[in-house]
């Protein structure tokens, strides 16, 4: 079958992949083969030139059998953090594997809820993703379900997988799921249901099309799929829906695989850019007539061009850039707090360390988290 053309081509891809994918129900192993299919697809998509990151569940799938615990019934807390601590070694083992067949690097990146929540941590999670990816390594997610208490847990890759997309400004997430995509009813018993080929708004009826969790293993349903759309969406990702269970899903959703697929009306960049300019503002930074033109030509907002810092702020919280005159050149996320903005406001980047005692970031405030 010839390749279609996808309603979005992405330059940066999220791909979430559920434990019934990864990990065989009666053996409590790794399925190879659909590993290495899947291994083979990020490599053609990174030969092509894309940026690839896998959010992966599986953890707690592979330590349970390990550990002993029952397979018939939902696991508690502390058990589901034991069996995580097991399973995750075994899971970034097998991705590192397969991977490095076809030269490619991983890291593994494990996140909680609050480190998408939280301004500072969601700036240095985005931060490790992008030097990651710069490099061409391909960051395998999961929750870190080692340490998370209830209250700052995800709770399902499908939320998860969105707020990474969102956070990276990745262009696509691909859910890998039990079904080729949103159904008016449940398939496994309303044979009348059929597929949703397109969404562009979730809408209450687009919501009672939603089921629950499907099984012990997996703890996303369609419910928490239709979450992470309307997250993903927001950030103006496209997202689709597709069956995982077949060998090589992402070339078999390049060859026109059913799925369901969730088109936002904006794009990465404008809808992050949108979300700065809506923050409430939490200080201003005064630059000279040099730094106002670089940042016309889109450039970072460097030390060296600003004159004078006000307020009180926190590294992450939004900013107002206003030239000599007053006038607001721009709105961003600073990389620096108030107190250390003020120590190094004129230097050039090179006198950076010396003045804080550390490195730090070059930039002010980073052109993507600029608003002009």
Excluded at 15 to 28: A, E
Excluded at 29 to 41: F, I, S, V
Excluded at 329 to 341: E, F, Q, T
Aim: proline share 3%; aromatic share 4%; with cysteine.
């Amino acid at each position: 079958m010839a390749a279609v053309t996808l309603p979005v081509e992405p330059g940066r891809l999220v791909v979430k992949i559920g434990s019934n994918l990864l990990v065989d129900p009666t053996t409590g192993t790794l399925r190879l083969d659909w590993l290495a299919g899947m291994a083979a697809d990020v490599a053609d998509e990174r030969g092509a030139g894309r940026d690839v990151i896998l959010v992966s569940s599986g953890a707690i799938a592979l330590g349970r059998r390990v550990l002993g615990f029952p397979t018939n019934r939902p696991l508690v807390l502390e058990e589901s953090q034991a069996a995580a601590a097991v399973g995750q070694i075994r899971l970034s083992r097998g991705w590192e594997a397969v991977l490095a067949e076809h030269g490619i690097v991983t890291a593994q990146v494990l996140l909680t809820l609050e480190d998408s929540s939280n301004r500072r941590r969601y700036l240095n999670s985005r931060a490790t993703l992008n030097a990651l990816l710069g490099r061409g390594v391909v960051p395998i997610v999961n929750e870190n379900d080692t340490v998370a208490t209830d209250e700052i847990r995800f709770g399902d890759n499908d939320r998860l997988s969105a707020q990474v997309a969102s956070m990276a400004g990745a262009d696509l997430l691909v859910m890998l799921s039990d079904f080729d995509g949103l159904f008016t009813g449940d398939p496994r018993r309303d044979h009348n249901a059929r597929r949703v080929d397109f969404v562009r708004e979730i809408t209450p009826e687009i919501e009672a099309m939603a089921g629950e969790a499907g099984s012990v293993a997996s703890k996303g349903g369609m419910r928490t799929k239709l979450m992470a759309a309307a997250t993903a969406m927001r950030s103006g990702s496209a997202m689709a829906i597709m069956d995982g269970s077949v060998n090589r899903p992402l070339t078999a959703l390049r060859n026109g695989a059913a799925c369901t697929w969730f088109l936002s009306d904006a794009d990465p960049a404008t809808a992050r850019k949108k979300w700065i300019a809506g923050m409430k503002i939490r200080g201003r930074l005064i630059i000279d007539s040099g730094a106002e033109m670089a940042l016309g030509n889109g450039n970072s907002l460097l030390p060296a061009g600003v004159v004078a810092v006000s307020g009180e702020f926190g590294r992450g919280d939004a900013v107002s850039v206003r030239n000599r005159d007053g006038r607001e050149v721009g709105r961003g996320l600073v990389s620096y707090s108030s107190a250390d903005a003020r120590l190094v406001l004129g230097l050039k980047s090179s006198e950076i360390k010396s003045r804080l005692g550390y490195p730090a970031r070059a930039a002010l405030v980073h052109r993507d988290d600029l608003v002009i």
